[in-house]
């Protein structure tokens, strides 16, 4: 299981062998050393794409000649079907290996809610949240909460984002986590069957595609 609270050292860090070493200690303790990665650079930023780890680097210039992680992506890929993988070639594109349970130490034991309508503040335990394969868009809406910000359409899909105190050692630290959720591209009497109320109604049901961590922005 990986604590979301033990990547948020890494983030700041240039790419460096001491970086690949600590990522692969975070994913995995039994690794030494994160494989090579694929290295890809856009104008505004690189990314190191760990498939064997399942998570993918992005670096962005802090200065001119200085890339600083910026961000990590843990991806969740769909199960292969049995023709697809049977039909797989040594020419298919690398895939990102599953992921562990992903687990969120919440640093506040329970969430407060302000008075309404002259009544006291109301108060209910916030248990940890773990995350496996299967956790679905409700299911982590649920723990965090709305999210401060969501979007659907594009490259990107639905997503939905949070900032969120979690322990860190003795102490606590807020980090920002971006979901984005796997559309099963269903349609017909399937998609009616899931829902009818547009896509944020379908989408709750949807397992999870990708977790972003970053540093929230500073305001």
Same mark, same amino acid.
């Given at each position: ?9 890494? /983030? ?19 690794? *030494? ?50 023709? +697809? ?31 309404? *309508? !002259? ?9 940890? /949240?773990?995350? &496996? ?10 723990? /965090? $909460? ?6 659907? !359409? $594009?490259?990107?899909? &639905? ?6 105190? /979690? ?8 980090? $920002? ?27 709750? !049901?949807?397992?999870?595609? +990708? ?7 500073? *305001?």
């Amino acid at each position: 299981m990986i604590s979301l609270s033990s990547l948020v050292p890494l /983030l700041g860090l240039p790419p460096s062998a001491e970086l690949s070493a600590s990522l692969a200690r975070a994913l995995s303790p039994e690794a *030494k050393a994160a494989n090579i990665p694929e290295i890809k650079t856009y104008p505004d930023a690189t990314y190191h794409n760990y498939y064997a780890l399942g998570v993918s680097l992005c670096f962005r210039p802090a200065s001119p000649s200085i890339l600083v992680l910026d961000s990590i992506d843990i991806f969740n890929p769909p199960s292969p079907s049995p023709s +697809s993988s049977s039909s797989t070639t040594s020419r298919s594109k690398p895939t990102y290996a599953p992921p562990p349970p992903l687990l969120l130490p919440f640093a506040d034991p329970e969430v407060v809610l302000p008075p309404r *309508k !002259g009544e006291g503040e109301v108060r209910y335990p916030r248990p940890d /949240l773990v995350v &496996v394969r299967e956790t679905t868009g409700r299911e982590v809406v649920r723990a /965090l $909460g709305e999210p401060s910000r969501k979007g659907a !359409g $594009g490259w990107v899909g &639905v997503w939905l984002e949070w900032v969120v105190a /979690l322990r860190m050692g003795e102490g606590r630290v807020e980090v $920002g986590v971006m979901l984005e959720l796997s559309d099963p591209k269903s349609d017909g009497e399937e998609a009616k069957a899931k829902g009818v109320g547009g896509v944020w109604d379908r989408a709750a !049901g949807w397992p999870w595609a +990708s977790i972003k961590v970053f540093r929230p922005t500073k *305001k």
